[in-house]
């Protein structure tokens, strides 16, 4: 019985990268973490033990740091990783389909009395700018987007007139902690109009509406959010949406003697809802 390969791709995980622009007594920093997975004719390595056309992974991870080298300013993750997606498809004919991941890392400048300094910062959140690449022969796809972005709001939330049946014991809620860990993911029509500034209105545009939106449910204002970056930014085909529910729960003060007039909350990170969606014009 012959036995086929179906799919299969291999590559370098978390591959860690800081480069530092310098003009002058001015630096920036640019901290990136980056998933390279590679698909072709590896038939050969999987059947036979055959590596002749393994380029090894451990040169995948040189490559990196190789091309990061090349420019002294920093680029684009966008840019930086099609550049990546390129090298393997022009250099690995074997390859047929070469997909980046690449995170940015917060970093915020220290300030003082003086104002912003030139070469010193402090780590920010955890919240990361992130991109994929997926490059074939003939297409070429990049979404861009955030992740662990954290926000919460304490009011202009709720969730109430849901399905009851035997099972349900959640109380219905007009006034409620609304808290998630926001991933957002958007299609540029054109790869090259994304851009820091870009990156920065898409997440502003994101915020306000979570901020201001009166909430009925984390659906109701994920569909606000993508509806609105979707009016204000023509370039943009779709976006998804991947909104953990992060809990905080009332305390039950009466066991004490006391009223919980909505302001002790204990946060309760598993189990959580999830909810997703994608959207289009």
């Not at 915020?108 to 003086?114: E, G, N, P, Q, W």
């Not at 049946?165 to 006034?175: G, H, K, N, S």
């Not at 023509?234 to 998804?240: F, G, L, R």
Request: proline share 2%; aromatic share 8%; net charge negative.
């Amino acid at each position: 019985m012959a036995i086929r390969i179906l799919q299969d791709n291999y590559g370098k995980s978390k591959v860690r990268l800081l480069k530092v622009e310098r003009n002058g007594d001015h630096h920036s920093i640019q901290n990136l973490t980056l998933d390279i997975a590679l698909e072709g004719d590896f038939d050969a390595i999987h059947k036979e033990g055959d590596n002749s056309l393994c380029l090894p992974t451990d040169t995948m991870k040189n490559t990196v740091h190789a091309l990061a080298n090349m420019t002294e300013k920093i680029e684009q993750i966008e840019i930086f990783g099609q550049r990546l997606a390129t090298h393997f498809l022009d250099n690995c004919p074997q390859v047929s389909r070469a997909r980046i991941g690449i995170k940015q890392h917060a970093w915020k400048r220290m300030k003082f009395d003086a104002g912003e300094h030139d070469h010193s910062f402090i780590k920010g959140s955890d919240e990361k700018r992130i991109t994929m690449i997926d490059a074939r022969r003939d297409r070429l796809t990049i979404e861009s987007g955030v992740e662990d972005l954290i926000v919460m709001k304490t009011t202009k939330s709720g969730f109430a007139g849901f399905l009851k049946d035997e099972y349900t014991t959640l109380p219905e809620a007009i006034e409620r902690v609304f808290s998630t860990t926001l991933k957002a993911v958007w299609r540029y029509k054109d790869f090259e109009t994304a851009s820091d500034e870009a990156f920065a209105a898409i997440r502003e545009k994101m915020l306000s509406v979570f901020a201001e939106h009166d909430s009925l449910s984390v659906q109701h204002t994920l569909y606000a959010m993508g509806e609105a970056v979707l009016e204000a930014f023509n370039d943009i085909d779709e976006i998804a949406f991947s909104l953990p529910n992060i809990h905080y729960l009332p305390v039950d003060m009466k066991k004490l003697g006391l009223e919980n007039d909505n302001r002790i909350f204990i946060p309760t990170n598993e189990p959580h809802g999830l909810i997703e969606a994608r959207l289009t014009r």
